[in-house]
C-alpha cells in the first residue's frame, strides 16, 4: 500500500537551470497539492491540481514556476530558471477527492531543492 | 486567510500539558491537525468536522467550538515524541484550497 511518492528526494541545480519534482498520489487519490516550506517556516500553498486540470494555482509565482497532473504519470512541479531564493523544501500531498472525501492530505517525503 | 496558531512556541517537560489554537476570522467547514517533526513530512492526527465537536486519540484531543473558528488540540501528558511543529488544516472557504495555520513549535524536555 504505496504512499505518496516523491522523487527526487533531493537535488542540486546551478542557477539558471530547470529544476522538475515529481509526485506520484496515493492509490484512489485524484487530487494533488504541492506547497512549499522554507526552514523553521510554515507550509505555503503554491498549486491544487486534479486530473488534467489545474484547479488552483494562485499560490505559484507566475513565472518560472508551473505544475501539471496528467492523465497518465506523475504530477509534475517545472522550476525554470532557477535562483537561489527557489531553495526549499516542495511537498506534495494528495486527497481522494469525490464522496469519499474527508479532507484530510497524506504528504510526501518532499524533494529538496538546493540552487547553488 | 491563513488561520493564525497560538503560541507560536512552547517548551515542556515531559509529563506537563499544552494547548495550541487555531483561530479563523470565518467559519472553517473542517479543521485537521498535523504533526511534522524536524526533517520529515507532515503527519495528519485528527479531524474535526461538527461545532462543538471534540475527538480524543490517546493523550492527544481537539475541539471545535460551536462557530466552528476556533479550534484547540490538548495535548495531555507530553513525551518527548510529541515534538516537532504543529499545524492546523483546512479547505479555503470558496476557493477548495488547502490552506495551513501558521503553526505552533512544540518541544518537549525530559
Known amino acids: 500500500n504505496a504512499g505518496v511518492m516523491q522523487n527526487p528526494r533531493h537535488l542540486v541545480r546551478r542557477r539558471g537551470q530547470e529544476a522538475r519534482l515529481r509526485c506520484s498520489p496515493m492509490?484512489?487519490?485524484?487530487?494533488v497539492y504541492w506547497y512549499r516550506q522554507l526552514p523553521e517556516e510554515g507550509l505555503k500553498f503554491m498549486v491544487y491540481l486534479q486530473k488534467e486540470n489545474i484547479i488552483d494555482e494562485s499560490g505559484m509565482p507566475k513565472e518560472r514556476f508551473s505544475a501539471e497532473f496528467p492523465k497518465e504519470g506523475p504530477s509534475i512541479l517545472r522550476i525554470q530558471q532557477v535562483v537561489r531564493g527557489d531553495s526549499a523544501a516542495y511537498f506534495c500531498?494528495?486527497?481522494?477527492?469525490?464522496?469519499?472525501?474527508?479532507?484530510?492530505?497524506?504528504f510526501g517525503e518532499g524533494s529538496r531543492l538546493t540552487v547553488l | 486567510q491563513q488561520p493564525v496558531q497560538s503560541p507560536q512556541a512552547v517548551i515542556l517537560r515531559e509529563g506537563e500539558d499544552a494547548v495550541i489554537n487555531c483561530s479563523s476570522s470565518k467559519a472553517l467547514y473542517s479543521v485537521h491537525w498535523y504533526r511534522q517533526k524536524h526533517g520529515e513530512a507532515p503527519v495528519f492526527l485528527m479531524i474535526?468536522?461538527?461545532?462543538?465537536e471534540q475527538k480524543g486519540h490517546e493523550k492527544i484531543s481537539a475541539s471545535f467550538n460551536e462557530k466552528k473558528q476556533q479550534s484547540s488540540l490538548y495535548l495531555t501528558a507530553s513525551q518527548l515524541s510529541y515534538s516537532g511543529t504543529y499545524f492546523c488544516g483546512t479547505e479555503h472557504s470558496g476557493t477548495y484550497k488547502y490552506i495551513f495555520g501558521t503553526g505552533t513549535r512544540l518541544k518537549v524536555l525530559a
Open positions: 492509490k484512489g487519490h485524484s487530487h
Open positions: 500531498a494528495s486527497q481522494r477527492g469525490g464522496l469519499m472525501n474527508t479532507g484530510e492530505l497524506f
Open positions: 474535526l468536522l461538527k461545532g462543538g
